[in-house]
């Protein structure tokens, strides 16, 4: 623009007339490029996918079965220390548009590209995060560039905050490294096998006996539930978590022994449930899904809070995982034992726990 009025006040001020054609032109460039970069910045949208990890050397996901990869809710699971194949997007309405760049923080690493045309078919690129740490990666502070060809009139438009993907906590069979105490405890535990004892509630289906709708908790909810009972001979654990753990390295540890405990109760046919004072449990329609038990384990402890139960469900076996020697968890601990549950525990680190059952020190690092 500056130019133009330069060569408008030349033209005038020397009377030759192709300096005001110059100005013209520019003047009509200048203005083209400011509608093109409007138009550009208006069709443009960032896209961002999770497909697919990179399995690390000791990741879990090799020796799990297909069927239950199959069953999972991501399109490949990725575990801790696993990399992750993140395809980064920009999509156009209707015809190419260009140049267009993009930049953002994927779990608090720096993420930065561009290019100078998008096809009408989108345009894509896969970045790799290596060696992943459990918990939700969320791509945050995106923020999506255009201008037009020359840059002269630029534009940046922030993009909202969503989570690609979530980093489940490793695992492994703990049967072979417990102690032969803490399988006595484990084997003498009584079994939920009457089929009567109540487990917990779930959504109505049809086909469902009237006599097994919970009136009260249905008139809670707003809808029709109905009580769940036990089927005969199903095992039943309940992992009774650390709340509050002292460190980030001792709740992934909390959140392995969890995972490794629940994958060998549910390898068994069995039912999970999770609780720890104060942070809301999974669903009880959950206990035998081992992909909702490692997700609840990866957001550990940071699990919203909507019904909190004051303790947790009946179980026929009880394994208390800890760090601390919170009060809540031990008196709950302590009263299955009193109604005749068996109990055992893992300590993770120095912490005294004033639990009389089987226990089982170890520190942060994995494998035990």
């Keep these: 623009m500056g130019l133009w009025l330069v060569l408008e006040w030349y033209g005038a001020a020397s009377e030759v007339p192709w300096l005001f054609l110059l100005a013209a032109w520019i003047l009509a460039f200048t203005v083209a490029a400011f509608a093109y970069a409007a138009w550009n910045r208006t069709g443009l949208r960032l896209r961002l996918e999770a497909r697919g990890s990179r399995p690390a050397a000791d990741s879990p996901v090799d ?20 990399g992750l194949k993140l395809e ?4 156009t309405s209707g015809a190419p548009r260009g140049p267009a760049w993009v930049t953002g923080l994927v779990g608090g690493r720096p993420v930065t590209l561009g290019t100078g045309l998008v096809p009408k078919d989108g345009w894509r690129r896969i970045e790799v995060l290596p060696q992943l740490r459990r918990g939700a ?4 502070g995106w923020q999506l560039g255009t201008s037009d060809p ?5 534009g940046v438009r922030s993009c909202p905050d ?15 490294s417990r102690q032969p105490r803490e399988l006595e405890a484990s084997i003498a535990a009584p079994r939920a096998g ?13 086909g469902d006996s009237l006599r097994r709708i919970h009136w009260r908790s249905s008139a809670r909810h707003g809808e029709l539930v109905v009580r769940e009972y036990e089927p005969p001979g199903m095992r039943t654990l309940a992992i009774l978590v650390d709340p509050s753990p002292r460190s ?7 959140a392995r022994l969890a995972a490794s405990e629940a994958w060998d109760c549910i390898r068994e046919g069995g039912r999970v449930s999770l609780w720890a004072p104060g942070l809301e449990p999974p669903e009880p329609s959950q206990g035998r899904d081992l992909w909702a038990i490692l997700e609840w384990l990866a957001r550990y402890p940071a699990v919203s809070s909507r019904e909190l139960t004051d303790a947790p469900p009946p179980s026929g076996e009880v394994v208390v995982i800890t760090g601390s020697a919170d009060r809540k968890l031990i008196d ?10 068996g109990v055992r525990a893992w300590i993770v680190g120095d912490a005294e726990l004033d639990l009389d059952a089987p226990a089982r020190r170890v520190g942060t690092a994995w494998p035990i």
Aim: charged fraction near 20%.
């Design 248 to 254: 980030v390295e001792m709740a992934d540890q909390v």
């Design 137 to 140: 990666i969320g791509a945050t």
């Design 332 to 341: 709950a601990a302590e009263l299955a034992k009193q109604r005749g549950v």
């Design 150 to 154: 020359l840059g002269f009139f630029s």
């Design 63 to 82: 020796a799990l079965p297909d069927n239950l990869l199959k069953s999972a809710p991501w399109p490949a699971p990725v575990f801790e220390g696993d």
């Design 88 to 91: 980064v997007g920009i999509t």
């Design 162 to 176: 969503v989570e690609v993907a979530v980093v489940l906590p490793v695992f492994t069979s703990l049967v072979t």
């Design 194 to 206: 009457s089929g009567n004892e109540l487990f917990g509630i779930r959504e109505y289906r049809a």
